[in-house]
């Protein structure tokens, strides 16, 4: 049971314009969304994130929506850079689970952007 | 800036051999985790702790267990190792309570023959 969807695997974008990351979830208890770059042989780096109770977080290049209705985020990255091109999984905590706080993450599949010169 | 440090990049063992993958962090971080990482299925949470001694099974927990003796320190094992772990392992850190991230190692290659 993927708790947390992301459906295109691949993304390939001009360098300059808009990249859109896409990312569906089915647990109405998640309180908290990440999104996470990862470089080939190197561990996922924290990027942004965003609490259930917004709508739109933004840092620099990087803007995450939520649309709790349609249970779904959005990672946008304008403008995008050919250092951009990497994997980026976007995860979700239901942070008090079983009645505790240890901050689990469910993670995506990923999504391989690749930003072209 | 945060360090999680795991001690192999690359690692190749035998079927059946005890293997042991040590990660330390140095932010006295409450939470530690591993996880394992494979093609098209994203990262999957083996085992978590989220304080000395204390340790919780994640999503895909057999065949693994899991040390916790000192706050930095979190040590994955395969108990009798087989081909199926065969994977990207990566060990994470972070404080307790909501919305905190998780800061990852670069990961430990692990191959199996």
């Known amino acids: 049971d993927q708790q947390v969807k992301q459906n295109s695997p691949s993304l390939s974008v001009q360098e300059g314009r808009i990249s859109i990351l896409n990312c569906d979830y089915t647990?109405?208890?998640?309180?908290?969304f990440l999104w996470y770059k990862k470089y080939p042989a190197e561990g996922p780096t924290f990027l942004i994130s965003?609490?259930?109770?917004?709508d739109k977080n933004e840092d620099g290049r990087f803007t995450v929506f939520l649309n709790k209705s349609a249970k779904h985020l959005s990672l946008h990255i304008v403008p995008s850079q050919p250092g951009d091109s990497a994997v980026y999984f976007c995860?979700?905590?239901?942070?008090?689970?079983?009645?505790?706080?240890?901050?689990?993450?469910?993670f995506g599949q990923g999504t391989i952007l690749t930003v072209h010169p | 800036d945060v360090k999680v440090t795991q001690s192999s990049r690359y690692l190749v063992k035998r079927t059946g051999e005890k293997v042991f993958l040590e990660c330390v962090q140095d932010?006295?971080?409450?939470?530690m985790f591993w996880y394992r990482q494979d093609p098209g299925l994203g990262l999957r949470l083996i085992y978590f702790?989220?304080?000395?001694?204390?340790?919780e099974k994640g999503d895909i927990p057999e065949g693994y267990s899991v040390s916790r003796e000192k706050k930095e320190r979190f040590s994955l094992i395969l108990e009798s190792a087989s081909t199926n772990q065969t994977s990207m392992y990566l060990c994470?850190?972070?404080?307790?309570?909501?919305?905190?991230?998780?800061?990852f190692g670069d990961g430990t290659r692990l191959s199996i023959l």
């Open positions: 647990n109405s208890m998640f309180d908290y």
């Open positions: 932010m006295d971080h409450e939470n």
């Open positions: 995860a979700a905590s239901d942070t008090y689970a079983g009645g505790t706080s240890y901050g689990k993450l469910t």
């Open positions: 702790s989220y304080d000395v001694k204390m340790k």
């Open positions: 994470a850190s972070s404080f307790a309570g909501s919305g905190q991230p998780q800061h």
């Open positions: 965003i609490s259930s109770i917004k």
